[in-house]
């Protein structure tokens, strides 16, 4: 797909009025091509099996089948945006590989910030897109580890530690020591819910366990957040999680 052509998109959502805020959204970005909008998921499935869709903007309580359990059964997953009311499914909802979770009442300014990421990711890129099993659709990269390249799942990453000139990227079951700086690896995970915490730190959204205003606790370390980093974490993490019951 090139930069200038549009990504189909398809609204799925059973409440009228939500239904009518996506849809004036929508047409308001020049790169999304609106093309229907879905009151359940059996009948949107029915649209994507007739039809290619590039987006769907998908609430999670839906009659007949869930968002998230309707995102489960799908072979081929569109990009996918989950709008709703409860923030209490975030962890669950990026499991899914989800580009981003809107809390609604939805502000057009925090929809164009999560479709401006379908718009970056859309942009093919020769050094950075990684590739994937056809077996299992998992992306992974090749990185130089001791003069051999070594295939590394990206859902099996923990965090990536800074060394200067190299990374020491930190798996499920494994350390590997690569020559990529810690920038590069940013940069190369951007699209991958992976942030930045610390001038030495990157690490998978996915893994956290736990934060604070001050740490990053994984299953086996706790990272300190950086102090130039603690707004764009606390901004980042705000987005996943909103406990609504402290000021």
Same mark, same amino acid.
């Given at each position: 797909?090139?930069?200038?052509?549009?990504?189909?998109?398809?609204?799925?959502?059973?409440?009228?009025?939500?239904?009518? +805020?996506?849809?004036? $959204?929508?047409?308001?970005?020049?790169?999304? #091509? !609106?093309?229907?909008?879905? /009151?359940?998921?059996?009948? %949107?499935? =029915?649209?994507?099996?007739? &039809?290619?869709?590039? +987006?769907?903007?998908? #609430?999670?309580?839906?009659?007949? !089948?869930?968002?998230? =359990?309707?995102?489960?059964?799908?072979?081929?997953?569109?990009?996918?945006?989950?709008?709703?009311?409860?923030?209490?499914? %975030?962890?669950?909802?990026?499991?899914?590989?989800?580009?981003?979770?809107?809390?609604?009442?939805?502000?057009?300014? @925090?929809?164009?910030?999560?479709?401006? /990421?379908? /718009?970056?990711?859309?942009?093919?890129?020769?050094?950075?897109?990684?590739?994937?099993?056809?077996?299992?659709? @998992?992306? $992974?990269?090749?990185?130089?580890?001791? @003069?051999?390249? +070594?295939?590394?799942?990206? #859902?099996?990453?923990? $965090?990536? =530690?800074?060394? /200067?000139? $190299?990374?020491?990227?930190?798996?499920?079951?494994?350390?590997?020591?690569?020559?990529?700086?810690?920038?590069?690896?940013?940069?190369?995970?951007?699209?991958?819910?992976?942030?930045?915490?610390? @001038?030495?730190?990157?690490?998978?959204?996915?893994?956290?366990?736990? *934060?604070?205003?001050?740490?990053? &606790?994984?299953?086996?370390?706790? !990272?300190?957040?950086?102090?130039? *980093?603690?707004?764009?974490?606390?901004?980042?993490?705000?987005?996943? *999680?909103?406990?609504?019951? =402290?000021?």
């Amino acid at each position: 797909m090139t930069s200038n052509q549009k990504l189909s998109c398809l609204i799925i959502e059973d409440e009228p009025l939500a239904a009518e +805020v996506l849809e004036d $959204y929508v047409q308001q970005v020049s790169f999304l #091509d !609106l093309k229907g909008i879905c /009151k359940d998921a059996i009948f %949107a499935m =029915e649209r994507m099996n007739n &039809e290619e869709i590039d +987006v769907i903007f998908l #609430d999670i309580h839906l009659p007949k !089948l869930k968002g998230l =359990e309707f995102l489960k059964v799908l072979e081929q997953k569109p990009q996918t945006i989950l709008t709703t009311a409860y923030h209490e499914y %975030a962890l669950d909802a990026f499991e899914e590989d989800v580009i981003d979770y809107l809390l609604k009442p939805i502000e057009f300014p @925090r929809f164009l910030k999560a479709v401006n /990421k379908l /718009k970056r990711k859309r942009i093919p890129s020769t050094n950075k897109t990684p590739a994937v099993s056809a077996a299992n659709q @998992r992306p $992974y990269h090749f990185f130089n580890v001791n @003069r051999k390249m +070594v295939k590394v799942f990206v #859902d099996d990453i923990h $965090y990536v =530690e800074s060394l /200067k000139d $190299y990374s020491k990227i930190y798996t499920s079951d494994d350390e590997l020591v690569t020559r990529v700086q810690i920038g590069d690896i940013e940069s190369l995970f951007q699209e991958h819910n992976f942030l930045r915490i610390h @001038r030495s730190y990157v690490v998978s959204i996915r893994k956290i366990k736990a *934060y604070s205003a001050t740490e990053i &606790e994984l299953a086996n370390r706790t !990272l300190t957040i950086g102090r130039s *980093y603690k707004e764009l974490v606390a901004q980042t993490l705000s987005q996943y *999680y909103i406990d609504k019951s =402290e000021d």
